[in-house]
């Protein structure tokens, strides 16, 4: 059976809007010219969400943060701190407990087909290249390349695949 169909019977038994991420991009969009009064509804069925789902303790995904496509997360939005200035791209997966954070710079760039396992932190103004794989519980101190696995406290490059160097967008 097709479930895509009937997103919105799925989200209603689990809590979780099939459209949580429009809503959110509405809500924390300065430009956005919507009501506030339907902003704050679409904050409420947010929070709610959040709530029913255990995540809104220890949960921060800051309104700052650029996200183009809603990232995998296999167990939920459980602990994922992303900071401010953070710009996630399509197609990465973020396990629970993971922290990106940056400093004052341009901030965290996380290209797409990135993997973070979980637990990883990842400090200061850095690029996860495309592809790129981050071990659970490492700590990212400086740029990871396309293609590379890193591992460890500070992180260092275990396995590094040999392609273009092309930046992510």
């Not at 396992?117 to 103004?125: E, K, R, S, T, Y």
């Not at 659970?136 to 293609?147: E, H, K, R």
Request: aromatic share 10%; charged share 15%.
């Amino acid at each position: 059976m097709d479930y895509s169909k009937h997103k919105w019977i799925a989200g209603w038994i689990n809590h979780f809007p099939a459209n949580y991420w429009k809503l959110r991009k509405i809500v924390i969009d300065k430009n956005n010219h919507t009501p506030i009064f339907i902003k704050y509804f679409y904050l409420l069925i947010i929070k709610r969400a959040d709530a029913f789902n255990h995540c809104s303790f220890g949960t921060n995904i800051n309104s700052g943060a650029i996200i183009n496509t809603p990232p995998v997360m296999p167990h939920g939005p459980a602990g994922i701190i992303i900071g401010y200035n953070t710009r996630i791209e399509e197609n990465v997966t973020i396990f629970q407990r993971v922290t990106i954070n940056h400093t004052n710079g341009k901030g965290v760039h996380v290209c797409k087909n990135a993997f973070l396992g979980a637990g990883c932190v990842i400090l200061g103004d850095v690029t996860i290249g495309e592809g790129a794989k981050i071990g659970a519980n490492a700590v990212v101190l400086s740029d990871i390349p396309p293609f590379s696995t890193a591992v460890g406290v500070p992180a260092r490059i275990v396995i590094k695949k040999s392609v273009s160097t092309r930046k992510c967008s």
